[in-house]
Every structure is written in structure tokens, then in C-alpha cells.
């Protein structure tokens, strides 16, 4: 190697070496594995089935699945979640040019009149001119510190983020649409219990009617039967209102009017399918949740976002070239003497900002230890999702066979109650007591199953709905995070 070549490294070694460094600032945050958490006993492997993305086809009624596609058409949220995709998508295509040569073109025409004084020289100098300038130029960032590939990774990641976001919005309003039709489900059944009750206590006020004609019983047993009854009619109204209030709920979920709930009709939901854990369901469920999957992603995004702030203390090396025409007057415009050309590089080298990009790598990495703490957080509770609403379909499951019991004997009292009433056996207080009874056993029949209902739709949602990651970090069964975590290198 030459003199002047040694010469050469050694000065641009002292110029690196004087340059602002971040040596001292990194992470120690990681990632949560799902396999470190003791779910054995609250996730038993059962050999169930992950819920597909028509999971709401198991309840076998058909006017939901059309309200559940009807919201993907015209939902107000689905198309906020869209929008945010496309905007995400858009940064994506900004990066990636950067990383590509830039090409343009471009014309000036100027009047000046040049100084007499300045470096103009005559004849042109204290003359006005005008001045015809037309260029082709390209310019290309050499980035070899890989800042713009670095930046356009992170783009890409924040875009598969944005679209599963699109996914947990989406996953969420079917939810709540099937939610919200379970609960119209629930005051229809809740509606034939009272008008059934409203039957009840009109026999029990006609039968009260017959036995003061024998003298059996007093005005007051007559005002008493009569106010139970206005009592069970004003909670029928009352069912009827929560009825409309319901359907105007849904039809806003579809992004629809109000009149739009009024056209729906009456629920005929099924039991649903067995409930049973999918196995290996801790791991398995990092890449079926797309929230989990987002935050993910975005754990992957700040980890090129770290990238990108460590290349900002390197040389900055940018080519360009531009070749055109360039001449006073239009006459010698298209000539061979008005040719210009031009070729350089310019070099950008952070020696001294007083802090700055410290303090820039220090924010993308409080930026990551953020994203891993949300990520880690929501791994938390996922998996708490799941076990809850398992737990609450055994627990209703166990609730339902005694409420069943309770019901069975509670009308078989409160029928045997009416019988000896007609009979003069015994006094209206015993029918009415009975009464009472067997209208509660038929509520808390109807709550439990319609309880059970949204317990099985929350736990297709706590298992992901049907949703797969197909990237091909998750194929590969790990994410890029992993494999360029930024504390690796600090």
C-alpha cells in the first residue's frame, strides 16, 4: 500500500473515530415466550378444533351470517381500518424509493440583469439576459449503512401491522354484532316468559274473582292479583322497549339507520359446537390473535427504527449527475456550445450535534422497550382471555343441569299451587309465592343459555376467530425481531 493510501485510512480512521459513536446505549427487554407461562392446568390440551374465520355458522342461523357480511360491506369502523392500511401502505411505497436512484427533469427560463461589478464578465456584465436552462439529473444514496433498507423494513412491518389491526377491528365488530344479536335472542326468549307471566296472573285474578263470589276471599286478595298483573304487563312493555332499543344497537354496528333494526327478525340461534381447547395452544396462539400479532410486527418495526438511528452516526455518501442544455437567448439554446454537464458526491459526516443523535437512538430504543412491554402485555392477556372464558362455559355448564332441576320443580309447584287455589285448598299468598318462583327458574334458565351463548362467542375471540398470520416469519415459526433484535448489538 502506498504512502499517500495509508495516509489516506489513517485520516479518515481519526475522522470516524471523532465522530459522535453510541457506544453505552442499548436494551435488555425481550420478548415473552408463550411456552414460559404455567398454562397446563387452565389450558388443558382437549384436541379441539382453532375456530375458523365462519365461526358464527355454528349457532345455524342464517340472518346472522348475512348481518356479519353485510358490516363488512358498509361498517363506518371497517373503513376507518381500511384507511389506515392504505396509509401505512403509501409510507411503505416512499421508502422503497428511497432506496432507488432518483431520475427528474426540469426547465427554467430567467430574466436578470448581471452586475457590472461582480464576476460577470463583458459583454454580459451590467446587460440584461434571459437565461435558458434545461437539465436531466439523477441522483443515487450509496446507503451503506444500510439506513434507507434499515427504514423501508420498518415500513413493511408497520404495514403488516396495520393490516392486522384492520383484522382485530374487524374480528371486534363481528363480535359485537353477534353479541348484540344474542341479546336480541335473549329479550325474545325473556318476552315469552312475560307474556306467559301476564297469562298466569290474569288466571290468577280470575280465579280470585271466583272465590270472593264464594266468599272465599276479600277485596284485598282482588287489589293484590290486579297489581301483579299491571306489574307483569309494565314488564313486558319494558322488554318490548329494550327490544327496539336492541335492534337500532345492531343496525348501527352495520353502519346502517336506525329503521335498518326494525327489519330484522326474530333470532333462531342454535346451541352452538362443543367447546374444547385446540392443542398446543399457548404457541399456537401467538400466531392466531391478531392483536398479538400486531404488536409483533410492531416490535419488529422499532427494531429497524433502532437500525436506522445507529446508521445516522455514518458517513453519509450521496452520487449525482445532471447533464442538459444552458444558454442566454433562445436562438442558442439547441446548440452543441450550450451543453453543461456535471458529476459529484457529496459526503455527510456527524462529528459534533451537541447530543442529538444520542438522544434520537435512546428514543427508538425507549420506542422498543414500549413495544415489547405492549406486546408481552398483551400475550399476558391473551391467554388470561382464553382460560376466563373457558372457565365461564364450565362454570355456566354446571349452573344450567341445577337451574334445569330448579325450573322443573318450580313449575311443577307453582301448576300444583293453581290446582288447589281453584280448589279452596289453600290461599292466594302460596299461588303467588309459587309464581314468583317459577318466573325466576325460567329467567335464570333463559340468562344461563343465552350467558353461555356469548361466553362461546368471546372465546372464538379470545382464540383469534379464525384468524392465521401466513407471513413468513411466522411459517419459519419466529419473527425477524428475534433475529435482529437490537440489543444484540449495542
Not at 358498509?74 to 373503513?79: C, H, I, K, V, Y
Not at 351463548?453 to 415459526?477: F, H, K, M, P, W
Amino acid at each position: 500500500m502506498s504512502a499517500a493510501k495509508l495516509g489516506l485510512t489513517a485520516i479518515f480512521a481519526a475522522v470516524l473515530s471523532a465522530c459522535a459513536n453510541y457506544a453505552g446505549i442499548h436494551s435488555d427487554q425481550q420478548m415473552a415466550q408463550p411456552q414460559s407461562f404455567a398454562t397446563q392446568q387452565s389450558l388443558p390440551a382437549e384436541a379441539g378444533h382453532w375456530p375458523a374465520a365462519g365461526w358464527a355458522d355454528q349457532f345455524g342461523d342464517a340472518q346472522l351470517k348475512v348481518l356479519l357480511a353485510e358490516a363488512l360491506k358498509g361498517s363506518p369502523t371497517l373503513e376507518q381500518a381500511r384507511a389506515r392500511i392504505a396509509a401505512a401502505s403509501a409510507y411503505t411505497e416512499t421508502a422503497k424509493a428511497n432506496t432507488l436512484p432518483q431520475v427528474g427533469a426540469s426547465y427554467s427560463y430567467t430574466r436578470q440583469q448581471y452586475s457590472s461589478t461582480a464576476l460577470v464578465p463583458p459583454p454580459y456584465a451590467g446587460s440584461w439576459q434571459s437565461e435558458n436552462q434545461g437539465l436531466l439529473s439523477a441522483s443515487y444514496d450509496l446507503d451503506l449503512w444500510g439506513k434507507n433498507r434499515e427504514a423501508l423494513k420498518a415500513s413493511m412491518s408497520q404495514l403488516q401491522a396495520s393490516e392486522a389491526d384492520g383484522e382485530v377491528v374487524r374480528l371486534t365488530l363481528d363480535a359485537s354484532i353477534a353479541r348484540s344479536y344474542n341479546q336480541l335472542a335473549r329479550l325474545y326468549v325473556l318476552r315469552d316468559i312475560a307474556a306467559d307471566e301476564v297469562g298466569q296472573r290474569e288466571q290468577i285474578d280470575r280465579i280470585t274473582a271466583g272465590r270472593i263470589a264464594t266468599g272465599l276471599d276479600t277485596e284485598v286478595e282482588r287489589k293484590t292479583a290486579q297489581a301483579n298483573l299491571a306489574t307483569s304487563r309494565a314488564a313486558l312493555s319494558s322488554i318490548d322497549g329494550n327490544i327496539v332499543t336492541t335492534r337500532y344497537q345492531l343496525a348501527a354496528l352495520l353502519g346502517a339507520g336506525p329503521d335498518r333494526g326494525l327489519a330484522i327478525a326474530r333470532p333462531t340461534l342454535g346451541i352452538g359446537d362443543a367447546v374444547q381447547l385446540p392443542d398446543n395452544l399457548p404457541a399456537d396462539l401467538v400466531s392466531r390473535r391478531p392483536d398479538l400479532t400486531a404488536a409483533r410486527w410492531r416490535v419488529d418495526a422499532i427494531t429497524h427504527e433502532v437500525k436506522v438511528a445507529k446508521a445516522e452516526f455514518y458517513p453519509d455518501i450521496n452520487l449525482s449527475a445532471a447533464t442538459g442544455l444552458d444558454a442566454f437567448g433562445f436562438g442558442r439554446l439547441l446548440t452543441a456550445a450550450s451543453r453543461t454537464e456535471s458529476a459529484g458526491a457529496a459526503i455527510h459526516l456527524p462529528i459534533f450535534d451537541g447530543g442529538a443523535l444520542r438522544a434520537q437512538l435512546k428514543g427508538r430504543y425507549a420506542d422498543f422497550d414500549y413495544a415489547v412491554g405492549v406486546y408481552n402485555q398483551t400475550l399476558v392477556t391473551a391467554l388470561s382471555e382464553v382460560a376466563t372464558q373457558l372457565a365461564q362455559v364450565r362454570s355456566t355448564d354446571a349452573q344450567l343441569v341445577d337451574a334445569q332441576a330448579a325450573q322443573d320443580a318450580a313449575r311443577s309447584a307453582d301448576r300444583l299451587a293453581i290446582t288447589q287455589y281453584k280448589a279452596g285448598l289453600t290461599n292466594q299468598l302460596t299461588v303467588l309465592s309459587a309464581d314468583v318462583n317459577a318466573l325466576a327458574a325460567d329467567q335464570a334458565v333463559a340468562n344461563l343459555k343465552m350467558n353461555r351463548r356469548d361466553q362461546q362467542i368471546a372465546l372464538a375471540v379470545a382464540l383469534g376467530g379464525g384468524y392465521t398470520d401466513t407471513s413468513e416469519s411466522s411459517r419459519n415459526g419466529t419473527t425477524s425481531v428475534a433475529q435482529t433484535n437490537p440489543v444484540a448489538t449495542h
